[in-house]
């Protein structure tokens, strides 16, 4: 079976890098919070832009909460994201005791829209949390016009969009904050979890930095109620090595992107957007088909791992179902949770296998 990702072939192709930075950690003696996030902290401030302040956490669901609380949000405010994203955005949100307001999300960018946002402000809203989804940028500049014109904050999402751009700037650049998740299969990852913060302000990377640990002054006084959320120097160690070869694979997935979108564009498949001004991360490659629990079946006894990355919108679970503001309205999510569908995406993807998983999917439709 050709898998959908492969962090392990991830780890093989940097491997003798990663034993060393592996064997140092070891070898040093200090296992958390030391050197290793110091440098990765700061290489992946100057990889997005060298103005930035990065903190490294434990993932990225502490990352949204630990945004969260730094901006003094918590109970009874609101914050709009999309239904549209990975359960931990909508976690990441009570678990830092504020409240999610789902919004609707574009057919083409399959982000959330500008429009449906300024439907579900209102006297408690407080922060828009775009994700851009799947490597794809949301539409920053008009949510920043929102933002601005409503007075709130913006923290993105960018679990899935690291290396991504919009105009040339790197997305988690936009907003006031930006949590990304390190999990190994995302487009940073390690062997293991972790997370990072991306922040305009030294003041807010310094509350941060204490918020994720017991909310701790230089003195080790807690000063306010904090959480343990540190990266580990063994991940940290890794993550800086896979940073430095992160341009390179995500140019490696474009290609890949570049292939699949050239051989399906004459089917009746919807395919990612890639506009001109925006630089995708192609973290997944999903494409849209009305026979799609077909097509999957078609491909899975193919030996091509395609799957439902997110069989349900959020608000589709039964611990979101009903209970979220704005989950009774989203026309646009639900219509495209019935045909997406997604295709093998790494770096490390083989040629071979790429070919296979293209006659796969065009075999299918030609059988139509
Ligand atoms: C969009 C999005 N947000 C947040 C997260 C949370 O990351 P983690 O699993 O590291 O907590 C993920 C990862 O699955 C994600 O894809």
């Not at 994201?81 to 009570?94: D, K, M």
């Not at 504020?98 to 402000?121: G, L």
């Not at 919009?166 to 390690?190: D, H, M, R």
């Not at 430095?244 to 490696?252: A, M, P």
Request: aromatic content about 8%; some cysteine; proline content about 5%.
């Amino acid at each position: 079976m050709i898998s959908f990702g492969n962090p392990y072939s991830s780890y093989k192709a940097y491997k003798s890098e990663i034993d060393q930075a592996i064997q140092l950690v070891i070898n040093s003696g200090s296992y958390i919070l030391g050197k290793e996030v110091e440098a990765f902290e700061q290489e992946f401030a100057s990889f997005n832009n060298e103005n930035f302040h990065a903190i490294g956490v434990a993932n990225g669901t502490d990352a949204i909460a630990l945004c969260l609380r730094s901006l003094g949000l918590g109970f009874g405010d609101e914050i709009i994201t999309p239904s549209h994203t990975a359960v931990a955005t909508v976690a990441g949100i009570e678990q830092a005791g504020c409240s999610p307001v789902f919004a609707d999300i574009d057919p083409v960018s399959r982000c959330m829209t500008p429009k449906s946002v300024i439907q579900r402000i209102n006297s408690k809203t407080r922060a828009i949390m775009p994700v851009h989804i799947y490597g794809q940028p949301a539409d920053m500049p008009k949510l920043l016009e929102i933002a601005q014109d409503k007075n709130l904050e913006i923290i993105e999402d960018c679990s899935q969009t690291h290396g991504a751009e919009i105009n040339g700037s790197k997305v988690g650049t936009f907003g006031i904050l930006a949590a990304f998740s390190c999990y190994p299969t995302k487009n940073l990852g390690g062997t293991g979890d972790g997370g990072v913060i991306l922040s305009e302000t030294l003041e807010l990377a310094e509350q941060i930095k204490s918020l994720r640990q017991y909310g701790w002054n230089n003195q080790r006084e807690s000063v306010k109620p904090g959480f343990n959320s540190r990266l580990d120097e063994m991940q940290a160690a890794i993550l800086r090595v896979k940073l430095k070869h992160l341009s390179e694979d995500n140019r490696k997935r474009r290609e890949i992107a570049d292939r699949y979108d050239e051989a399906f564009s004459s089917l009746p498949v919807t395919l990612p957007h890639r506009p001109q001004n925006q630089l995708h991360a192609m973290h997944l490659y999903v494409i849209e088909c009305d026979q799609r629990d077909e097509l999957l079946k078609h491909l899975r006894s193919n030996q091509v791992g395609a799957s439902l990355h997110y069989p349900l919108a959020v608000h589709q679970h039964v611990a979101y179902s009903e209970r979220i503001r704005g989950g009774d309205y989203l026309p646009v999510t639900e219509n495209f949770y019935q045909k997406n569908l997604t295709l093998p995406m790494f770096p490390e993807l083989s040629d071979e296998a790429v070919d296979k998983i293209i006659s796969s999917v065009r075999t299918w439709f030609s059988s139509q």
